[in-house]
Each structure stands twice: as structure tokens, then as C-alpha cells.
């Protein structure tokens, strides 16, 4: 067996690696590539919302857009990329020479863009793609859904699965191979979000495959899962559908947590404030997620007692994530902060998440919701939990630790210029939301009421701006790899943890003798 | 540095992408032969032999390093935590289905008929009573003989073929134990009889399972179609019995390999998994037996 041997030539390289680099590469790369996909998605569904009336696609076509831009970023681009991020950064993190199972790794991988094929696809076929949104409640989604459904369910048992085995190997990792003396307490945040995102996904996404096949077996063997006629109901379908939801939702938030934990003490030059009380609010909030899932259905008719259980479980999420918020701004006070691109990302997406934290608390109170409900001001709370949330965590990520993945630093300018026009971009697209939701404009309509019109055209100005500067994105990401100069291993001064012991780029392997913590 | 201290990655596999495109095939030829397709069942097949040869070819392979000495003992852990976090995914599935039936039951039911919270539904299925079984759908009271979702003409009592399904699977979880025991102690002879005794358990349940879906349909009137009943029935029973079939055929591969020589008293995690997975399908029977058959 060689030690030091580097990667293999080839496209055969990606196609067969175990290597959890390479891995992390190509989960990051098709991920990107979903995010512009899902992100074009957007766009026609902004287009055609710039001015009142029916302009550019037909409204069924409108509802394939809202549905598919849903699935693609939830299950494309923000949880692939996590995933990458995860392969890339725990081996090296906790001192292990790979994942703990590196051939069900790349399988976990491979399976997404056949996944993914079958999904896009439904585009093409007889009756149009899935057009019931990306909560695909029943019956949109069984009786009156075209017949692409079939598809679309297959395509999410499959990247469930991949899910599955890839939080598998996350944990297995996690618990199997840290380097000695890399207690649980001394792991990075990032590696102790990811552990608990991991039993997240192996917990609710089997729950999805659930809900799929129910409906799977509704549309083609007659059964009545979600059929009042035949003894089931509709709100089942909306009960195991948010079991799983809602933790989904923390799954694409915990590893952003990490992030953030890491990025924040680097460039304030002090330790993290209150290591402990962030593994325990992690921990917290990942077994609320478990009870508060009827929060998104206040308006569907559950008894009383079931809207104040969900009001108040769902509102107590809030005490966890409070101190995280407080840890956060805590770690930056009196430090000497330096202002580079990975601690504009954070920044922005502390105080950006928290507003949307705080609109998901006005939303938790029952009665409030009812007013709120299906509105666009839900459409600007989960986008500015999402957006600045997960998808800046993860532009800090890769600005971050991009230098050491490729060996070069990124242009300051460069990753600045990104910054600030996606900054910009994000709160004139999802900014004006609130406004037209708290006024009622519903959400996943193609036309609306004329008192819209203003605050509409801004926010689809906002949104080509954010969507021109993900383009730009790609070109930095490009230009560093490319020729950015080259950089040391200590990438940022005040960074601490094992991946800065290896030299930039990582050596294809590493820590094939675990180091000693 | 030794063999046993290096913790053992596979250079290159072309397995994994094998695996992807053989699943990809099996799931559009399902998802074409549902939508009635006529190349549907030729590229579903397709795809499932060739999705049952790459994972025999993986399990071979994963065998065989074990076998070269090439696993040390932290990456057998990794096979121990990646088989027991398979295994929880295995019960969310199921919680899935348990709490449909649990809200069905609890909730759905009563509702339709106008209880609790719910008067108001009265007036949309007039005459339609909660009961559990369901045998009169809400579509039958409201339409009688016309219903398109008609109740099941019959269903199965707790004390026949179920309670005995239930002795022949809690006898299985004992005698795979019995074999597990056997090969701890190094005697090979009694792990091969008592797994012998688990597999043949293992298919005397499934012919009973059969036979109960043969009388569903042909005697009682019980089928997928029989309303709510029909539906929770036949998936949690039906997928039960699907994961019973699954954890047949990992026993009978091990009865298979240790004929072959395979398994030492410190090493049989293979046989270890599937006993693993044995116990857990048996835990889900009994909470079937009592929500499903006797409650």
C-alpha cells in the first residue's frame, strides 16, 4: 500500500475515488451547479413577477418553477454542499485518514446526479413537471398531480438514500475516527454540528421515504392514505411530511452553526465564548425540531390543544438559539476584528439569520399566523433564514478554507466585490417580501392584486443582482484556483485547529498517522 | 507500520457508480412500468439484476479484505456503528407508517364521523360511523352500493395464523441467539444447526404471511383498496414482511459462508449484522401483532 501515492488521471478518478477530497470537491462542484439551476428557477419565477399580470410562462408552468426551484435548492445545492463541506473538513479536523467508509462515500455522491436527472427531467415529460410545490401536500401531489409524479417520487427515495449512508458515514466517522486525545469536547463546532445534523437526517429521512410511498401507493394501487373517501386524510400527509420537514430545516442550519463557530473567534482573534453552551444549544434544538413540526400547519384545522403545544415548543427554539446569537456577538466583542471576506459572510449572516429567527418567532404565535399564513412574509422568513443562513455560511466556508483546499488565496477584492452585491442583492430581493406579506400578497401565485406591483419589481431587481453575482461567484472561485497566490498553511493568522497543520493544498492524504492532540 | 494498525481505504472502486446506475435504471424502469410503459418492466429487471450483482460483488469484496487481515479492528467499529445507524433509519421508516396508523385511528377517524373538534365533517359523510376496523368507508355511507372506496368484506382475527406468526418469529429471535452463542464458543456445528433452525423460521413465516394475503384477497375481500384498513394493513404488514424476506436471505448467506469456512468466535460480524437486523424485524412484528392484529 503506498503512503504517499497522489490521485489517480483521469475522469476515472472522480468516477472511482474513495478519496474524501475528492469526494468534497465534487459535492461542492454539483452542488454549485444546482445552485445556478435552482437559482435560474428563481429568476423565471421573479420575471415573471416584476409586473402585475401574466407576462412571460403560463401559470402551469409558473407552479413547475416554484416547485422545482424548492426541491433543487433544498435537496441540490444547500444539503450537497454541507455534505461536501463535511467530507472535505471532519477527516481533517479530527486527525482521521478519510471517512470512516470511503466506497459507500462515493457511492452516497453518485447517486445524487442521477438523483437529480430524474427529477429535472420530469420537466420534459407528458403533462409537465411536478407542480405542487415543494411541500408536495396531498391531493396535489396524488390525485390531481400529473403523471411525472411517479418520477419525482423515485428521485427522492433515491437521494433519501444517498442522505442516509452519507450521514452513516459522518457519524461513523465522527465516533471512530478521531485522533487521540480528540475528545468530544475538544472537537470543533463544525464537526459537532455535523455529528448532530447526521442523526437529523438518518432520523427524518427515512420518514420521507414514508410519506412517498404513501402517496406512491395512493396513485397507483388504490389505497387511501390522504383520501377522505376511503377513512384517510389530506392532513396526514401534511403531519409526516413536517416530521420530517422540520428537522430538514435544522438540518440545513446546524453545520452553518459549525461554520460560523469557526469562521467568527478567527478573525476576532479570541476563542469561541461558551464552547460548551453551543454543543448543548445544538443539541437543544435538534431535539425540539422533533416537536414542533404542526407549526407549519396552524391554519389547517388542529384542535386547539395542538396549536398551543406547537406555539409554545416551537417559540422555546428560540432560548437555544438565543444563546448562540449571544455566543456569537459575544466572541466579536472588544476582540481585534479584521474584516475579511469569510467574516463579512459571518457577520452578515449572524445578524441576516437572526432577523430571520425573529420573523419565524412572529410566525410561531398561532393566532398572528393565521394572518401570516401561506403569505409572502413566509416566503421572506425562510428565504433570510436560507439565504444569509445556510447558503452565506456556506460562501464564508469556501472563502474560508478554499486556500487550503486549492493552495491559493483568494483576491480580497474579489471575494469582498461578491459580498457585497450578493449582500445587497439578498435584502433588496426578500426585504420588500415582509412588506407585501404582512399586506397579503399570497405566495406561489403568478399574478397579484395591483398595491404589489412596487414593492414586487423591486424585489425582482434585487434578485437578478443576487443571481448576476453568483455568476461572479464562479468567475473568483475559478480565478483562485487558477492563479491566486500561493498560500501558507496557516491561512489566517489567528485559525486554530488540525487542518491548518497540513500544508496548503492538503496533501491528498493526510493524517494517515493520526497526529497527536 | 503493520497492517494492523492502518486503518485500511480502498484505493479505487468502480462499485459505487456500478451501484448508482444500476439503481437509477431499477427506479426509472419502476417508475415507467407504473406509468405504463411498455420497455418499463424490461428496464426495471435490468436494473434490478444488475443492482443485485453489484452488491453481491461489494459484499464479496468487503468479505475477502476481511478475510486478507486487511481491517483492523477501528475499521470493523466502522462496520459495527454503520450497521446500527442503518438499522434506526430502519425504525423511522416504520414510525412512519405506525404513526399514520396512529393518526388515522386517534385522529382521522373519529373526525370524519364529527367527534370532538371536528362536527362539522358530520355533514360532509352523513351516516359515516368511527369504528376501528374500519369496514364501512366514509364513501360507502354516504353512497352505499355505488362507493368507489369500499371497506374490507372481512378481516383477521388476533389467535389464528398471527399469533402463531408471532411464536414462529420470537422462536427465531431465540434460536438466532442460540447460533450466535455457537459461534462465540468456537462450535461450529451448533451455529450452523441453530442458524439452519432461524432460517427455516424465517420461511415458514413467510409462507404463512403468504397465505394470509391469499385469503385477504380471495376469502375476506381485504385488499389494498379496502379504505384506510386495507392501506395501513397491507403496508405495514407488506413492508414487515418485505424486510423479513431481506433478513431470510442475509441469514441464509451467512449459513452459506460459514459452510464455506467463513466466521471465527472473534470475527463474524457479518452473521453479528444480520442477527442484528433478525431482532430488529421481530420487534417490529410484535408491535404489529398488538396495534394491527389485536388492538
Redesign the interface.
Known amino acids: 500500500m503506498g503512503e504517499h501515492h497522489g490521485p489517480a488521471k483521469g475522469l476515472t478518478r472522480w468516477l472511482y475515488t474513495t478519496n474524501h477530497k475528492d469526494i468534497g470537491s465534487m459535492y461542492l462542484w454539483f452542488s454549485f451547479a444546482m445552485f445556478l439551476l435552482g437559482g435560474v428557477f428563481a429568476l423565471v419565477i421573479r420575471a415573471e413577477l416584476f409586473e402585475p399580470g401574466l407576462q412571460l410562462v403560463d401559470p402551469g408552468f409558473f407552479n413547475q418553477m416554484t416547485t422545482m426551484h424548492g426541491l433543487v435548492m433544498v435537496f441540490g445545492a444547500v444539503m450537497p454542499a454541507f455534505v461536501g463541506l463535511a467530507n472535505w473538513l471532519i477527516p481533517m479536523m479530527i486527525g482521521a485518514p478519510d471517512m470512516a467508509l470511503p466506497r459507500m462515500n462515493n457511492w452516497s455522491f453518485w447517486i445524487l446526479p442521477f438523483a437529480f436527472a430524474l427529477m429535472v427531467s420530469t420537466l420534459f415529460m407528458d403533462g409537465g413537471g411536478p407542480n405542487f410545490g415543494w411541500t408536495f401536500y396531498a391531493p396535489l401531489s396524488t390525485e390531481y398531480a400529473p403523471p411525472s409524479v411517479t418520477f419525482f417520487i423515485f428521485a427522492v427515495h433515491i437521494m433519501g438514500a444517498s442522505s442516509i449512508m452519507g450521514a452513516i458515514n459522518v457519524i461513523a466517522t465522527i465516533l471512530n475516527m478521531r485522533a487521540p486525545g480528540m475528545t468530544l469536547m475538544k472537537m470543533p463546532l463544525f464537526v459537532w454540528t455535523w455529528l448532530i445534523t447526521a442523526y437529523l437526517l438518518i432520523a427524518v429521512m427515512p420518514v420521507l421515504a414514508g410519506v412517498v410511498t404513501m402517496m406512491l401507493f395512493d396513485i397507483h394501487f388504490g389505497t387511501s392514505f390522504f383520501d377522505a373517501a376511503g377513512g384517510g386524510d389530506p392532513v396526514l400527509f401534511q403531519h409526516v411530511f413536517w416530521f420530517f420537514g422540520h428537522p430538514e430545516v435544522y438540518i440545513m442550519i446546524l453545520p452553518a452553526f459549525g461554520i460560523a463557530s469557526a469562521i467568527i473567534p478567527t478573525f476576532a482573534r479570541k476563542p469561541l465564548f461558551g464552547y460548551a453552551s453551543m454543543v448543548y444549544a445544538t443539541a437543544s434544538i435538534a431535539i425540539l425540531s422533533f416537536i414542533v413540526w404542526a407549526h407549519h400547519m396552524f391554519t389547517v384545522g388542529i384542535p386547539l390543544a395542538g396549536e398551543l403545544f406547537f406555539m409554545y415548543a416551537t417559540m422555546l427554539i428560540a432560548v437555544p438559539t438565543g444563546v448562540k446569537v449571544f455566543n456569537w456577538v459575544t466572541t466579536m466583542f472588544r476582540g481585534s476584528i479584521t474584516f475579511e471576506t469569510p467574516m463579512l459572510f459571518s457577520i452578515a449572516f449572524v445578524i441576516l439569520f437572526t432577523i430571520g429567527g425573529l420573523s419565524g418567532l412572529m410566525l410561531a404565535i398561532a393566532p398572528a399566523d393565521f394572518q401570516y399564513h401561506d403569505t409572502y412574509f413566509v416566503v421572506a422568513h425562510f428565504h433570510y433564514v436560507l439565504v444569509p443562513g445556510a447558503i452565506f455560511s456556506i460562501f464564508a466556508a469556501v472563502y474560508y478554507w478554499l486556500p487550503k483546499w486549492s493552495g491559493h488565496y483568494v483576491n480580497e477584492t474579489l471575494g469582498k466585490t461578491h459580498f457585497w452585491l450578493s449582500f445587497v442583492g439578498l435584502n433588496i430581493t426578500f426585504f420588500p417580501m415582509h412588506f407585501v406579506g404582512l399586506a397579503g400578497m399570497p405566495r406561489r401565485i403568478p399574478d397579484y392584486a395591483l398595491q404589489f406591483a412596487d414593492f414586487n419589481m423591486i424585489s425582482t431587481v434585487g434578485a437578478f443582482i443576487f443571481g448576476f453575482s453568483q455568476v461572479f461567484f464562479l468567475f473568483v472561485v475559478v480565478k483562485t484556483i487558477r492563479d491566486g497566490k500561493k498560500a501558507d498553511a496557516q491561512v489566517w493568522e489567528g485559525a486554530e485547529g488540525l487542518e491548518w497543520t497540513v500544508e496548503s493544498p492538503a496533501p491528498y492524504h493526510t493524517f494517515s498517522t493520526p497526529p497527536k492532540v | 507500520?503493520s497492517a494492523e494498525s492502518?486503518?485500511y481505504?480502498?484505493?479505487?472502486?468502480?462499485?459505487?457508480?456500478f451501484?448508482?446506475?444500476a439503481?437509477?435504471t431499477t427506479?426509472?424502469g419502476?417508475?415507467m412500468w407504473?406509468?405504463g410503459s411498455g420497455y418499463g418492466p424490461t428496464v426495471f429487471w435490468i436494473g434490478a439484476f444488475a443492482f443485485a450483482a453489484v452488491l453481491y460483488t461489494?459484499f464479496a469484496t468487503a468479505i475477502r479484505e476481511n478475510m486478507q487481515g486487511l481491517n483492523n479492528a477501528?475499521?470493523k467499529?466502522?462496520?459495527v456503528?454503520?450497521m446500527g445507524?442503518?438499522i434506526?433509519?430502519?425504525v423511522?421508516?416504520f414510525?412512519?407508517?405506525f404513526?399514520?396508523l396512529f393518526?388515522?385511528r386517534m385522529?382521522?377517524?373519529p373526525?370524519?364521523a364529527g367527534e370532538?373538534?371536528?362536527e362539522s365533517t358530520a355533514l360532509?359523510?352523513e351516516g359515516f360511523e368511527a369504528t376501528w376496523p374500519?369496514m364501512t368507508?366514509?364513501?360507502q355511507a354516504v353512497n352505499g352500493a355505488e362507493?368507489?372506496?369500499k371497506?374490507p368484506g372481512g378481516i383477521f382475527g388476533p389467535w389464528g395464523l398471527p399469533l402463531l406468526n408471532t411464536i414462529i418469529l420470537i422462536t427465531s429471535s431465540i434460536t438466532v441467539h442460540f447460533a450466535h452463542v455457537g459461534i462465540k464458543k468456537g462450535n461450529r456445528k451448533s451455529f450452523q444447526w441453530w442458524l439452519l433452525a432461524t432460517v427455516i423460521l424465517g420461511a415458514t413465516f413467510m409462507f404463512f404471511q403468504a397465505e394470509e394475503y391469499y385469503v385477504a384477497y380471495t376469502e375476506l375481500g381485504l385488499?389494498?383498496?379496502s379504505?384506510?384498513?386495507?392501506?395501513t394493513f397491507?403496508?405495514l404488514t407488506g413492508f414487515h414482511g418485505a424486510h423479513v424476506t431481506l433478513g431470510t436471505i442475509m441469514l441464509l448467506v451467512q449459513l452459506l459462508r460459514s459452510y464455506k469456512g467463513h466466521f471465527k468466535p472473534d470475527d463474524h460480524f457479518g452473521f453479528e449484522a444480520s442477527s442484528w437486523y433478525w431482532h430488529f424485524v421481530d420487534v417490529v412484528w410484535v408491535g404489529l401483532f398488538v396495534f394491527v392484529y389485536i388492538l
Open positions: 507500520m492502518t486503518y481505504v480502498p484505493e479505487q472502486s468502480k462499485l459505487p457508480i451501484a448508482s446506475i439503481l437509477f427506479v426509472t419502476a417508475g407504473l406509468n461489494w477501528q475499521l467499529r466502522s462496520y456503528w454503520g445507524w442503518f434506526f433509519s430502519e423511522m421508516f414510525a412512519a407508517f404513526g399514520a393518526y388515522v385522529y382521522a377517524v373526525w370524519l370532538g373538534d371536528k360532509l359523510w374500519l368507508t366514509p364513501d362507493a368507489t372506496v371497506g385488499t389494498l383498496e379504505g384506510i384498513y386495507g392501506s397491507f403496508l
